[in-house]
């Protein structure tokens, strides 16, 4: 089965600064995506990559799948105390049971 | 348009009892899919409904089920409750199934929080 490994697991930040969080998984990735969640609530989608050396941005987050489309890393500029939470990718496993399986989740605190 | 919600939000129940769960999914999605979610094991997938059917499922063992409606609305029941099954469970829905839901995309509820005590 599909595995995502995900670092760091955690990450303090002063606002302001850039961060970046990896994704990396054990096959290749059939569709990428990003959520953030606020401890103890549900995931919020931020982006979705299905083509390898595929980029997306919104606001101050991009996200990028690199061409071989086993690696996806998420970059946030000028981080913000509202970018604080938790960090999870997830991917869809392939085959012929297709299920969307999740890495650990980074924690991301920035201090103002 | 309405998201996607679950009922109760929050719930406690004793060792022994059983538990149903629900979820409404984003009006015209038609599967929905259950995650639980622990500290210590993070998301996992239990199962996947499409147009009333289980697609896919997790590695739980039988206490945990689950059933889809012809509206799309699906519950989520676990039986007999362990101690460790104390944990956030989420759906989430999507227009597609399976392969194509990577192009639909998964929206996620706010989750219902379990305390088995």
């Known amino acids: 089965s599909q595995e995502l490994e995900q670092s760091p697991q955690s990450l303090i930040v002063q606002e302001g600064k850039n961060l970046t969080i990896n994704c990396t998984s054990s096959?290749?990735?059939?569709?990428l995506y990003w959520y953030k969640q606020k401890y103890g609530e549900g995931l919020i989608f931020l982006m979705m990559?299905?083509?390898?050396?595929e980029e997306k941005s919104h606001e101050k987050i991009t996200a990028k799948l690199d061409e071989k489309k086993q690696q996806s890393s998420l970059h946030i500029t000028a981080s913000q105390p509202s970018h604080a939470g938790i960090y999870l990718c997830?991917?869809?496993?392939?085959?012929?049971?297709?299920?969307?399986?999740f890495g650990k989740g980074t924690l991301l605190t920035v201090n103002p | 348009k309405a998201g996607v919600t679950q009922t109760p939000r929050y719930l406690i129940k004793t060792r022994g009892q059983q538990v149903t769960l629900s979820c409404s999914p984003i009006?015209?999605?038609?599967?929905v899919s259950w995650y639980q979610q622990t500290p210590g094991q993070g998301l996992q997938f239990l199962f996947e409904?499409?147009?009333?059917?289980?697609?896919n499922k997790g590695n739980f063992p039988g206490r945990f089920s689950g059933r889809q409606f012809s509206n799309s609305r699906s519950e989520m029941n676990v039986s007999t409750l362990e101690l460790g099954d104390s944990a956030l469970y989420l759906c989430?829905?999507?227009?597609?199934?399976?392969?194509?839901?990577?192009?639909?995309?998964?929206?996620f509820g706010s989750g219902t929080r379990l305390t088995v005590v």
């Open positions: 096959k290749t990735l059939y569709g």
């Open positions: 990559l299905q083509k390898g050396g």
């Open positions: 989430a829905s999507s227009h597609g199934q399976g392969q194509a839901s990577t192009f639909y995309g998964y929206t």
């Open positions: 997830g991917a869809l496993s392939g085959g012929s049971n297709y299920k969307l399986t």
């Open positions: 409904y499409f147009s009333e059917t289980q697609r």
């Open positions: 009006s015209g999605h038609r599967s």
